[in-house]
């Protein structure tokens, strides 16, 4: 079985910044695409950023600019740095990654971490 953790969330003012790190553990053959998303109260889960296996790069249009995804591949984790936070990107954020295990093809998801933006 396969497991994401995400941490890094929290409440931050206008303006800021906050990292979030996403770790997957468990029988990983390897790690494909990784990807942010994330859920307000009331509206749909949306993508917020995306990289592949090759470190190719998608934003949601909402936070190019401000938000950064990457990887480190040796730790099986993927980060989001997210700068010049505003109130409406508050919203609980989920990691998401295709893994291969010893068993199957298969994509997961994080708990969340909630990330609130507000003065």
């Known amino acids: 079985q396969v497991q994401l953790v995400e941490s890094g969330g929290g409440f931050v003012q206008p303006g800021g910044s906050l990292r979030l790190s996403c770790a997957a553990s468990?029988?990983?053959?390897?790690?494909?695409?990784m990807g942010w998303y994330r859920q307000a109260p009331g509206k749909q889960r949306e993508r917020v950023a995306h990289?592949?296996?090759?470190?190719?790069?998608h934003y949601a249009n909402s936070v190019k600019g401000r938000f950064t995804i990457s990887r480190d591949n040796a730790k099986n984790t993927v980060y989001l740095q997210m700068n010049s936070l505003k109130p409406e990107d508050t919203a609980a954020y989920y990691c998401?990654?295709?893994?291969?295990?010893?068993?199957?093809?298969?994509?997961?998801w994080g708990q969340g971490t909630q990330v609130t933006v507000s003065s």
């Open positions: 998401n990654a295709d893994v291969q295990s010893r068993v199957n093809m298969s994509a997961y």
């Open positions: 468990g029988s990983i053959v390897k790690i494909y695409a």
């Open positions: 990289i592949t296996s090759n470190d190719s790069t």
